[in-house]
């Protein structure tokens, strides 16, 4: 089994920065994509930025030009550097990563870290 553990979450102020954390563990052959989700009350859970392992990138409008994704992968981990934060970021930030499992090289499944709290307010 898979499992993604993601960090960095918090409260900050309006124009602050955060960046977030998700590290993928288990019997992983390779991740094809990770990418960052995310949830504000009484929304649908969104794309915020995803990044394939040929290095495409694709953001959400919304976050374009304030936020980057990278990747270690060697660690299979990415993260969200995001800056310029603005109040209606606020929401709950979900990991989320396309793995190929050792165990089924032929197939690729989708994994879901526990989700992070992002709270932007003064």
């Known amino acids: 089994q898979v499992q993604l553990v993601e960090s960095g979450g918090g409260l900050v102020q309006p124009g602050g920065s955060l960046r977030l954390s998700c590290t993928a563990s288990?019997?992983?052959?390779?991740?094809?994509?990770m990418a960052w989700y995310r949830q504000a009350p009484e929304k649908e859970r969104e794309l915020v930025a995803s990044l394939a392992d040929d290095g495409n990138r694709n953001y959400a409008d919304s976050v374009k030009g304030r936020f980057t994704i990278s990747r270690d992968f060697a660690k299979h981990t990415v993260y969200l550097q995001m800056d310029s934060l603005k109040s209606e970021d606020t929401a709950v930030y979900y990991c989320n990563a396309g793995v190929v499992e050792r165990r089924a090289v032929w197939s690729q499944e989708p994994f879901w870290g526990q989700g992070t709290q992002v709270t932007v307010s003064l």
């Open positions: 288990g019997n992983i052959f390779r991740i094809p994509i």
